[in-house]
Structure formats: C-alpha cells, structure tokens
C-alpha cells in the first residue's frame, strides 16, 4: 500500500496469507505479526501508548515496534516475571516509489531494489498509481499479464483503446534478458479472415494504426526508455512484476499474494520526466489514465482471473507466454512453499 | 424456463448439477457446457460474434452452437493448429409448451414427448405458468407433491381454499394405470373427533363442500379430462411430474434438480378449450390462480421443502404414498446417479 | 430469556447446541425437542390448535406440551395407529428471577436453585437485566468475566469508569469459599514506573478513588451484602455464573452456551432494597446501568471473545484466575460432554 496510508493507527494487512500490522512512528514504518501471543487478539486493534511501541487493547501487553519484543505486560507491574520474556515476529520493511515493501521470507531479506525495476531506481521520473484487492490466486493475475492472447479479444471493447487498433493475431516467441521474460513478435497480423466465419479484425475507420509491437522500434521514443532495449512490448519478471513498455511511459504491475483467493494488485505508470512536462503527466495521470487504463481496461482482466477455473485447461499456440513463464519460475524458485499452520511464522 | 427468455444473448442456467449455457440463434435454442475449455471461462460471459457460433469473451475461442466444436481460435489466426481440434458438450434442446426442454443424460436422447403427459400432446388446450428456483432436494418436493397426509393440515389456510372445504382425513390406495401413480381415495372424513383435544375440521359455514376426491366422479366434467379416466386426485410420474386433475382444468408441477439444495419448480395450469372460454382462462389465470395457486398455495410447500430436515423420520399411514412412489423409482431407474466430479462431464 | 418474552406463539431457542421450542400455556413455559419426529419440520413453526398442545404445521401431529406425547396424528384421524406411539423430547422448565431456566442434562434434573445465587433465594431485592446473544465459545466469555489483567487495561476507556479509578496492578491470590472461586488481592498499585516507556496509571484528576477491593472492607454496605463476607471484588462458579460485588448492589453474569460458537449472556444487577428506593434503583437502571454497564463496558469483553483466538496462548501471573477456574472445572465436573450427532437427543 502507499507509505503515506500508514499513520499511528495500526492498519491489518494480509500479506502471503499472514497477518500483518503496518504502523507509522514518524518517518518509519514497522510490520509486525498481527497476533498478541498472550491470548491470540490481532494487535492491530491496539493502542499507541508509548513512544516506539505498540499495546494490545486486552491487557496492555506492550511490544517495541522496531525489535517485537514485548518490553512490559502492563497490567502486572514492572516487575512482571514475563516482561522481556515473550516477543512476537517482525518483518524488514521499505518504502519505496511511496509504496511500502514488507519481507515476509525467512533468513535475512534481499535487498528491496531486487523487487524494483532496474529503470526505477537509476533515473529521475514521475509516476501515477493505484492499488486494489482482487479475487483470485496471485499465479492467475501474472499469467493473465503475460498471457499473449486475450488482449486483442477481451480488451478490443477497452475504452483505453478505443482510438488505437490492436493486432487480430501474432505469432511470438519469448525472449530472456536482463532478467525478464519478454514477448517479441515475429509476425504481427492486423486481420484475418475465418472461412465460414467472416473477418476477424479490430480496424475501425475511427482508430489509429498501432505503436509499434517494440518501443524500440517506435522513432520518437523517450531517451531512458530507449536505452532499456527491451525487444518487445510485455516483459514479467519474479516474484511477480509485469512491465508494458510504451514509447514515452511504461506501466508496471505488482502481482502480491493476500492468500490463496486474493492478490493485491498494484499498478503504476512511470514518465522519465521532470519538470513542466511531469505536472502535465500527473495531471493526465489523475484525469484520464488512472480510471481508463488502471480502472476499466485492467478491470476486465481483473475479472477474466476471478472467473476463470483450471485446471483442466488445453493450451493453444500463443499460450507459450504462459509456459515459458512457469518454467521460468521453477528454474528460479523451485521450491517455493507457504507454511500455512496457524501461528507457524517462525 | 420460458422459451421467450432465451434470447441472442447466453443465458447461464444449472441443471442436475451441470452448468449450461442457453442461446437462441433464429427460432433454435442450444445447449452448450458452460466452460471454455482453454482455461475454464464460462461461455455464458462470451460474445455472440458470428452466426451460428459463441465466443468466449477471454480469447476468443469460437464453438459452433450445433455441435460444439470450436471452429476458430480468432486470437491465433486461422491457421492456428488447434482449430477444429477442441469441442464442448452440446446438450439436445426441444421447445414444448413454451419451455425449453434440456437433456443431460448420457446417449440418445429419448424423444421429449416421454417427459410430457399424452393428454398435452394430443389434445388442443390453453395454459398459464411459471417457475421458480426453490430451496430444497427435489425429492423432498416431489414427495411433497403425491404427499397423502399434508395439504388437508398446512394449506386449510391458504387463500386458494378459502371457499372451498377440504377433507379432514381420508383412507388412500395408490394405484398404478398408465406410467402415473395414483392416490385413489377409499374413504374421505370431513371431520373428526379427538377426545380429549375436540374437532378437527376444515368446514367452515362459509365454505361450499368441496369437489369429489376423483374428477371422473364430477356430472359436470371437461371431455378431454374425463376421457383420462383418473380414477384419483392427484397424479406424479417419473421423471418428477405431478397432476393434480379438477373436472375442468388440471395443475401439473415438474420438478427438475438444479443441484443437491435447490429445485426447478415448473408450474402450469391447463384447460382443454379455446376461443373465448381460452382466452377468459387466460385472464383468470394471471388475475388469481398465478398468485393464489401458483404462488401463495405452492409456497406453503416451498416453506416445508426447505425446513424439513429428513433421515431420521417415522412415517404414518398416508405416507404409503411416499413409499409407493420411493418403490416406482427404485424399480423404474434403479441406479440413477449423478457424477459430481468438476469437469466430469462426458 | 425473559419469562415474559414466551407467549402463545412458539419460540425457537438453542441451548447447549439442541434446539428447542418455548411456549406457554397460561402460567406455565413449556419447552420440548424443536423437531417433529415425522419428517423433521421444526415444532416452533406450528400451531397452537387445542389447549395444551402444540401441532407440527406440516401433516398436524399434535403433542402434549407436559409429556411431549404425540396425541393426535390430525390429518390421518382419531383411529390412526400412531396416535400416542411417538413422542419429542420435552425438558424441566422453571422460572425464577423473571428467567426462563430450562435442563438440558440427562437424568433428573437438580433444584434449579442449584444454578442461582443463594443471596437471591433468601432475600427481598429488586433487579434489572438483559441478555444478547454474543460471538464466541462461552468459556472464552466465563474466562473473561473472572479473569484478573484485563479490566484495568481494556475498560480503562469505558464510561462507566470515568469517574472512578481502576489499579494499574494488583497481586492476587484466588480463594475458594461457598462454592466460589473469589479473586483476593493481596496487593494494589495504583501506578507503576515502567523505564523506558513511562508511567501506568488509570488515575486521572477529576476520577475519585476507587472502591475497595473487596464490599467488605466498605465502610458504608448494603447489610445483606456485608452478610455474605465475601473477601473479593469479583467470583464465579459452574456452572457458569459471574458475581461482582460492590458494597449497595450485586452484578451477575450467566454464560449460557448456545453453541460452540455462540453464548446467551444474560446479566442481572441487583440491589437488595424495596418501596422508594428499590424503585429509584429500577428508574437508575434503566436511565444510565442498562446501557453504561451492561451495554458499552461489557461490550468491550464481548469484543475481545469475539476476537480471541487462543490456543496457542503465553498466561502470565494474572492469569492464575483463569488456571485456578479450569482446574475448578475439572475437579466438578470431569467429564462434561455433548453428543451432537443431528437427533441424537436422548
């Protein structure tokens, strides 16, 4: 979420299907397992009654944000036999791009920037953003990101693009670099005709033709994006970041688990500008982008991934998206695992 | 449902625990299992692009409504290797009485006229209906239909009996003629004495007496319905079809699984006539027997349907009508059975 | 419930996971298995036909509300062989306090007075209370209701406690006395020094001191509370029932389970006074206790038994009020048990 909605007040989060309490005190924010271990109350329903802690509202057990160790049991005195005794799990937070970053691995984290595009960190830009609960599982949410299919079908009634045609088919090979996956297209068709069918087209008289099917392509390109190279529109990465590559801005999105049924979703769209040119983005960010492309195009796969039910699924030609993308997270994480016994983190 | 209400656009409807999708091309109805099998999207979200034909709305997967088959994967070009290679169930679709008529069994599908009276094939006759999606097993409601013992107690305050009295309690034969069985009435109490508790009845100064217990025993008698020779009430038949037969109009009621909780509940009131004496039926229907009977009087069997709560259960004498009918089923489809399993279908 | 809440008409409750219908005849509730035994149709949905019974609205059994006998099968008339061969369970009811006391146990039931205060069997008093049905087990609700820590820390916001301090601590000792578990205090802060974090106290400067920890060290006390000696602020007992004394009137508190999720809570406050002031206590009741008391305070436990998810669980030293109260529990009654197969009543 964004750093700036976490202020004194606890807010519960589900993160990977645990519970977590997010707090502010001043600039810092701290995570917490959202469970007092006296009597299993969330400590997100507390108070913030000393400097640097947080006290569960039924018996005042009170823990130190930065270390979760529980500093005083306030109702039994100051020399409670179980003060210092008894602590609960805290989690490495970050904040960065105004969003907050929480490790809920084991062992020490990786530093946060190997979850952040390299682009983001290195150079000056601007940006727009929301983020949403949805339903369904995190693994649908990337593999609809990535899926090279269904943009041209289920989004052709996308308001986003309703002045920009999109391709009937394309045939595409999957491309490794720098980490990414990346779509490339060897042939891009703008129609096709289905015999006993009629012509399968998203050509209007209204639309402009198409951006190139790769931003390096395109000859008016910004000159951050165009150092990228990146040799195709749509790129993923682990743990779970789509990158769609425009000439003058690229959207991200974050695929971030709840649980088994949900996923946070969080899209940004990044210009590599400052200055007057800036203002002017946020300025469309907030008026047009923000509801057309973060609100009613993402809405529809939003809710492709909630009705969706496989498997069993037959898998078609442009579906090489999909498998190379799950072969890619078993090469990389081949053991990746959640221990869902109640109370079992750590 | 109503064959009207099926239009261009795929109507989701659940029966015996299969979903299907209803779609009207012309004056033909299909029926199609509802799920792509690309990655399990209902088709009853798709769009109906081409004639003869629904795509799904995620990619674009185009099945033919008559056999299923997909024809086209727009999204993959028309070369694409998997047309032609992938189908979806069909379900054979009939139109009679103005409803749609959807079978779900493995095999050649009987002929329709199997699931429907002789008396509605044959003859000419005006008709009013409706359904309902009702809480409850069906076979609770289809006991409840032929139940001997229940309407004289729980419906003794419905408005469709205000004026008319009913039995107190009766001596019952069931006999078999024709495929239905029938609760034959050998005695009939109009009231009784409990010592102890005082009189049970249903007479009341204001009620006339009511219809004799067979309509063959009315003087004054519909030709078609005395040409029927019923020789009782009330009727029900495989596959869950009830009729209740009154000298001039008959009550039939089929119950169709939608799944393990709720029923299809399919009313219709029919009267062999035409011209005028048609059309003031007609009126009558909407105006009163819709609400009265159709609504009001079958809702108090709705409302036992749905609270019962049986095995355990001790059964009296006039349930001989509910065992009657348990025996028919068991030696007229001795091994009916649904296969649960997601996907199981063919 | 209230006495005064069971009428003519039927009235579902659920004790000890069994359902049971309430009902009155004249001055007298009967309570009886809310199931007929024919088809499983509840008893509370029925009618109330002839005096002294009480009839299944399905097919009209009707049963005796002191036996439970089923006298009359109605609708299969007064020969009918089931008539007085079945039966429902029914359950020793009494009324006392204006309460509604039913026996859910097997065998004979014991005084009802064994469940009630003596102080409210021997003497004149005069009353208020209500009752709510509260989320949680009800031994999570009885663990609250004794337990020492969490007053001082969870109530402290609770305006019932504006105007009167609460300790920051105490050592307790627990003492058994009359069949009471009574909380002790062998010691009370009313504020603690915590380094580091600051100080703990509830006192504030328009708050007057507190009561004494125990009504009998009052110098000013009602004369029947000082008869009973009682060496604490708060008691409990099995088989679930709260006493909190104070020096002019006497809160309880019973936790009736409803099932393993849900209590009945019902909570009486009782001042052992008549004429004048008996009646202003009434009029204070309901102005300010009724809701103050046992409205937002209590409100606060029943918050925290919602919320509570224990086991796991870390006690600390308070927490020997609730050790000593499950020991309690197991030395009484070691083998307390429900059978909750469906029917399986008796």
């Known amino acids: 979420m964004w750093a700036e909605q ?14 977590i309490v997010l707090v502010r005190e001043k600039d810092e924010i701290f ?10 109350v969330p400590l997100s329903l507390g108070r913030r009654q000393y400097e640097g802690t947080i006290s569960c509202p039924y018996h005042g057990w009170t823990y130190r944000l930065d270390s979760g160790e529980m500093c005083a049991a306030l109702t039994d005195g100051p020399e409670s036999p179980i003060n210092n005794k008894v602590s609960v799990s805290t989690y490495p937070v970050a904040q960065r791009l105004g969003l907050v970053w929480v490790y809920v691995g084991d062992g020490d984290p990786p530093p946060v920037e190997r979850d952040i595009p390299d682009e983001l960190v290195d150079n000056e830009f601007t940006m727009g953003g929301r983020w949403d609960i949805r339903e369904g599982n995190w693994r649908f949410a990337a593999e609809n990101g990535f899926d090279e299919g269904h943009a041209k079908y289920l989004h052709n009634t996308a308001l ?7 391709p ?3 045939k595409t090979r999957i491309v490794e670099k720098d980490g990414w996956l990346i779509r490339v297209q060897d042939e891009v068709h703008w129609e096709a005709d289905f015999p006993g069918l009629g012509t399968w087209t998203n050509k209007r ?6 951006l190139p099917d790769a931003p390096g392509k395109s000859a008016d390109i910004n000159p951050v994006i165009k150092s990228l190279e990146i040799p195709g529109f749509v790129s993923i990465r682990l743990p779970g970041l789509l990158r769609v590559a425009y000439p003058h801005f690229i959207h991200y999105e974050w695929y971030v688990p709840v649980d088994e049924e949900r996923v946070r979703y969080v899209q940004i769209m990044v210009r590599f500008e ?3 040119r800036a203002s002017a983005f946020k300025a469309k960010y907030l008026a047009a982008i923000r509801w057309l492309f973060h ?3 993402t809405g529809q796969d939003a809710w492709m991934v909630d009705v969706m039910d496989a498997p069993p699924e037959k898998l078609y030609r442009p579906d090489l998206s999909l498998t190379a993308w799950r072969r890619h997270i078993e090469s990389e994480r081949p053991t990746v695992q959640v221990d869902r016994t109640p109370g079992a983190k750590r």
Not at 31 to 40: E, M, Q, S, V
Not at 160 to 166: A, C, E, I, P, Y
Not at 205 to 210: G, N, Q, S, T, V
């Open 160 to 166: 986003w693009r309703l002045f920009k045609v999109m």
């Open 205 to 210: 008289w209204w639309k402009r033709m198409p």
């Open 31 to 40: 995570a917490l397992h959202d469970r007092c271990p006296h009597r299993g």
């Open 168 to 170: 009937a088919w394309n």
């Open 295 to 297: 609100g009613q195009f």
């Open 6 to 19: 976490v202020g004194r007040k606890p807010v519960p989060v589900q993160l990977l299907g645990e519970h």
């Open 274 to 276: 400052s200055g007057v």
